[in-house]
């Protein structure tokens, strides 16, 4: 059989969307996979237009599908992100092109997905996209999303009553194993553990974490039943980024931590404000972001030294460090350090997060 041009557009096609699936499946990595058509038809632009949606995408890559459309795999992003990101997308073409795309389908990987069925799935979204007029048309294998927020929740829940809810404390995000107790007009009410109520009440904002959802969803606080053990909340909703997306725990000190940064003979002293294993915010006085910004050395890996204090065993912490950010009085570092001594931070993390869940609980520490 002679290898043809279509031959060799199903091949490539097949075998990337396949190597996507395997490696995604393999490491646990969220995928999202995009499928467009464009308007425009005259090539110059056609082909301006591509190289512009390619460079939006941070290079990720435009794999040719059929009739005319392409598919592009979006990695380690979730499914809410990546809408976000194609509605932009929009905006920047009508801004500079005066145009869009014609019609978006976009879903995220299953961990039961195998090509079939994660590309029935994008086509049939695209036809729905083109029946119902719909700019973009997305959903993951159980869920539909465009339908509204609410009703997507209230089908979630009537088949899986149990849920996390997170707050944050000390700007680490604090998990609570609950269950959805009642489902209303316009609110929510969740049966959680009676030692969480008080540090739920104090809450602006929640967030959700089921397991049916690929996405976090949030809501407001309405009230707490302290004698039922119930907190009501209104106005829930996915969102495109929260805090419990952070791929490593983070905490603020429960006590002060100085610190000591040092490149040659310049140094200068400040407190951590909260750290994690690969990164820390260094506070010190303004006059010292001024010297250090005189000195022009900011894009140097500087040396940061401080003490660790973990159930009465002080570790004396030394860590070679780069400025990502400055802000204000505030260096954000990142921090590259020995096995063991990322050993001691992430146990000195974990033991001041156990710390943090008994202080939400009303316990002493």
């Given at each position: 059989?002679?290898?043809?041009?279509?031959?060799?557009?199903s091949?490539?096609?097949?075998s990337?969307?396949?190597s996507?699936?395997?490696?995604?499946?393999?490491?646990?990595?969220?995928?999202?996979?995009?499928?467009?058509e464009?308007?425009?038809?005259?090539s110059?632009?056609y082909?301006?237009?591509?190289?512009?949606?390619?460079?939006?995408?941070?290079?990720?890559?435009i794999?040719?599908?059929?009739?005319?459309?392409?598919?592009?795999f979006a990695?380690?992003?979730?499914?809410?992100?990546?809408?976000?990101?194609?509605?932009?997308?929009?905006?920047?073409?009508k801004?500079?092109?005066?145009?869009?795309?014609?019609?978006?389908?976009?879903?995220?990987?299953?961990?039961?997905?195998d090509?079939?069925?994660?590309?029935?799935r994008?086509?049939?979204?695209?036809?729905?996209?083109?029946?119902?007029?719909?700019?973009?048309?997305?959903?993951t294998?159980?869920?539909d999303?465009?339908?509204?927020?609410?009703?997507?929740?209230?089908?979630?829940?009537?088949k899986?009553k149990?849920?996390?809810?997170y707050?944050?404390?000390?700007?680490?995000?604090i998990?609570i194993?609950?269950?959805?107790?009642?489902?209303?007009?316009?609110?929510?009410?969740?049966?959680?553990?009676?030692?969480?109520l008080?540090?739920?009440?104090?809450?602006p904002?929640?967030?959700f974490?089921?397991k049916?959802?690929?996405?976090i969803?949030?809501a407001?606080?309405?009230?707490?039943?302290?004698?039922?053990?119930?907190?009501?909340?209104g106005?829930?909703?996915?969102i495109?980024?929260?805090p419990?997306?952070?791929?490593?725990?983070?905490?603020?000190?429960?006590?002060?931590?100085?610190?000591?940064?040092?490149y040659g003979?310049?140094?200068?002293?400040?407190?951590?404000?909260?750290?994690?294993v690969?990164?820390?915010l260094?506070?010190?006085e303004?006059?010292?972001?001024?010297?250090?910004?005189?000195?022009n050395?900011?894009?140097?890996t500087?040396?940061?030294?401080?003490?660790?204090?973990?159930f009465?065993?002080?570790?004396?912490?030394?860590v070679?460090?780069?400025?990502?950010r400055?802000?204000?009085?505030?260096?954000?570092?990142?921090?590259?350090?020995?096995?063991?001594?990322q050993?001691?931070i992430?146990?000195?993390?974990?033991?001041?997060?156990?710390?943090?869940l008994?202080?939400?609980?009303?316990?002493?520490?």
């Amino acid at each position: 059989m002679n290898i043809t041009s279509d031959l060799v557009l199903s091949y490539l096609n097949t075998s990337i969307t396949e190597s996507e699936i395997e490696n995604a499946q393999k490491y646990s990595l969220d995928l999202s996979v995009i499928k467009f058509e464009i308007k425009e038809r005259e090539s110059k632009k056609y082909k301006e237009i591509l190289k512009f949606i390619n460079t939006y995408f941070d290079f990720l890559g435009i794999v040719p599908d059929t009739n005319n459309s392409f598919l592009v795999f979006a990695r380690n992003i979730k499914l809410h992100a990546v809408v976000l990101m194609v509605k932009n997308l929009n905006l920047a073409l009508k801004l500079n092109y005066n145009t869009n795309l014609k019609h978006v389908s976009i879903t995220s990987l299953d961990n039961n997905d195998d090509i079939n069925s994660l590309v029935d799935r994008l086509n049939r979204y695209m036809t729905k996209a083109k029946l119902t007029n719909s700019e973009i048309y997305y959903g993951t294998k159980n869920l539909d999303f465009n339908d509204s927020d609410v009703n997507i929740l209230k089908k979630v829940f009537e088949k899986e009553k149990s849920i996390n809810i997170y707050g944050l404390f000390h700007d680490a995000p604090i998990k609570i194993e609950s269950e959805v107790y009642k489902v209303g007009d316009g609110f929510t009410q969740f049966k959680v553990p009676k030692a969480y109520l008080s540090f739920l009440k104090k809450q602006p904002i929640l967030y959700f974490e089921h397991k049916s959802i690929a996405d976090i969803f949030s809501a407001s606080v309405l009230s707490v039943d302290f004698e039922n053990d119930l907190i009501e909340v209104g106005d829930m909703k996915f969102i495109d980024h929260s805090p419990i997306h952070r791929k490593q725990l983070r905490v603020s000190p429960l006590k002060p931590l100085k610190a000591f940064l040092s490149y040659g003979d310049f140094a200068i002293s400040g407190f951590i404000s909260d750290l994690s294993v690969s990164s820390i915010l260094f506070t010190t006085e303004i006059q010292n972001i001024d010297e250090l910004q005189k000195e022009n050395i900011k894009e140097k890996t500087f040396e940061l030294m401080f003490e660790l204090e973990i159930f009465g065993n002080t570790f004396e912490i030394k860590v070679k460090a780069t400025i990502f950010r400055i802000n204000g009085n505030q260096l954000v570092l990142n921090i590259f350090g020995s096995s063991e001594t990322q050993k001691i931070i992430n146990e000195y993390i974990n033991m001041s997060y156990q710390q943090l869940l008994l202080q939400v609980q009303g316990k002493v520490v």
